[in-house]
């Protein structure tokens, strides 16, 4: 049984279309994460859901927008892809806030 | 903007040695976390360590805390070739519940 879960793993695209991808948590966690890891590793946080409220909401551009419509599944939607888009992207989940978090194996995501 | 940086960046040892890496952070901290990361897998929760806490044991792993130093180090003893991974230190600040990961430190254990 997997904890944390996202689809798909791998998603290969054009420029400027829109996919979305998803991430489910059976941890019963209240809080819920998407990270950006680039090429060189570096993980950046974008937004985060506790109890399906939006916290927080970092310096993402506007084509990105998360939802969750309960507090086991936060998906992400990106609009009009870029080549920049081109990275990991991670969900992960915790207890509540600054507690230890726990992963799902990552989209890779490339942008043509 | 980053807050924990790790060094070394890349570190090699042979199986049975211990493997010790060091993360430095800006500001102060509630608390610090060890990430373990293996090729092509998600981030996986190693230690949290607390601000008022000076050590961690975990199995093989140790960790500590400076708080003067804003530094912690983690030690790795009698390394296994499964040791191979990326590791991450995290760091969250008072005040705000944003998670910061430094860029990591890739361990090679060779058999």
């Known amino acids: 049984d997997t904890a944390v879960s996202q689809t798909p793993k791998y998603l290969v695209t054009q420029m400027g279309n829109d996919k979305s991808i998803k991430c489910e948590q059976n941890?019963?966690?209240?809080?819920m994460y998407w990270y950006k890891q680039d090429s060189k590793k570096f993980l950046k946080i974008m937004f985060s859901?506790?109890?399906?409220?939006?916290?927080i909401n970092e310096t993402v551009p506007n084509r990105f927008s998360p939802k969750s419509p309960d507090k086991a599944h936060l998906n992400l939607h990106i609009n009009s892809l870029e080549l920049g888009d081109s990275a990991v992207y991670f969900c992960?989940?915790?207890?509540?806030?600054?507690?230890?978090?726990?992963f799902g194996p990552g989209t890779r995501l490339t942008v043509l | 903007s980053q807050q924990g940086e790790e060094d070394p960046q890349a570190l090699s040892i042979q199986e049975g040695e211990n493997a010790t890496m060091n993360c430095s952070y800006k500001?102060?901290?509630?608390?610090l976390q060890w990430y373990r990361q293996n090729s092509g897998r998600g981030l996986v929760h190693l230690i949290l360590?607390?601000?008022?806490?000076r050590e961690k044991h975990s199995g093989r792993l140790r960790v500590t805390l400076d708080t003067s130093k804003k530094s912690s180090s983690l030690l790795i003893t009698a390394s296994r070739a499964a040791d191979t991974a990326s590791y991450f230190c995290?760091?969250?600040?008072?005040?705000?519940?944003?998670?910061?990961f430094g860029a990591g430190t890739t361990v090679t254990v060779r058999a």
């Open positions: 992960a989940s915790s207890q509540s806030m600054n507690n230890e978090q726990f």
């Open positions: 941890l019963g966690h209240d809080t």
């Open positions: 859901y506790n109890n399906k409220e939006l916290i």
């Open positions: 500001t102060s901290i509630n608390n």
């Open positions: 360590i607390r601000s008022n806490e």
């Open positions: 995290a760091t969250d600040v008072p005040g705000d519940y944003k998670l910061s």
